[in-house]
């Protein structure tokens, strides 16, 4: 019997013992990243991509007499050209060669209706269109603060006699550095 009372009072004192044991804690973190690079959006579209939307310039219709037609670049949706790039950076805008650039005497450009007739125009950085924004020029924007920036690029077409009835166009290569 006295072994029977002593294997109870073992037991009553493990389980004493174990309702005051407390559970083992672990306690640390999780370290947490991103790395976040420049970039730029070109009329709401992603830049640092080729084939980017930069706009339109229409110079309308008019007759084939005409002596001068003036446009802007216009984006989609019917603004000028609109940069939005990370705070920080410094976004340049680089009009380079168009298709048909020395085709006609009277600009330095020139819009082709794929005939061998062509209408000379140049492209500007003013409304005044006075200050000519030539082959490869640069349009160097604010230090960007997260905030869109408007491009204007204006245009002016020049007639010239012996032009037929049809439609003109170009293509002109810009590019977005940020």
Same mark, same amino acid.
């Given at each position: 019997?006295?072994?029977? %009372?002593? $294997? ?5 004192? /493990? ?9 083992? &804690?672990?306690?640390?973190?999780? +370290? &947490? ?14 830049? =640092? /991509? +080729? ?10 219709? &008019?007759?084939?007499?005409?002596? #001068? ?20 950076? *410094?976004?340049?805008? #680089? %009009? ?9 005497? =009277? ?11 062509? /209408? ?6 003013? &409304?005044? $269109? ?7 020029? /640069? ?7 997260? %905030? ?27 590019? *977005?550095?940020?």
């Amino acid at each position: 019997m006295h072994m029977l %009372v002593s $294997r109870i009072g073992f037991s009553m004192l /493990v389980m004493a013992l174990a309702g005051n044991a407390q559970a083992a &804690t672990s306690a640390g973190q999780i +370290t &947490t990243s991103m790395t976040l690079s420049s970039s730029c959006e070109i009329n709401g579209a992603p830049g =640092g /991509v +080729t084939g980017v939307d930069f706009g339109v310039l229409d110079f309308g219709t &008019t007759g084939s007499l005409f002596t #001068t037609a003036n446009g802007a670049v216009l984006a989609g949706g019917g603004g000028a050209l609109s940069i939005l790039c990370s705070s920080g950076t *410094l976004p340049t805008v #680089t %009009v380079g060669a168009g298709a048909n650039d020395g085709g006609s005497v =009277g600009g330095t450009r020139a819009l082709a209706d794929g005939s061998g007739n062509f /209408v000379p125009y140049d492209l500007y950085t003013d &409304t005044g $269109r006075t200050q000519v924004l030539a082959i490869d020029g /640069v349009i160097a924007l604010e230090e960007s603060t997260g %905030v869109a920036q408007t491009v204007n690029i204006y245009g002016k077409a020049v007639g010239k006699a012996g032009l037929p009835a049809g439609t003109y166009s170009d293509a002109v290569a810009v590019v *977005l550095t940020f």
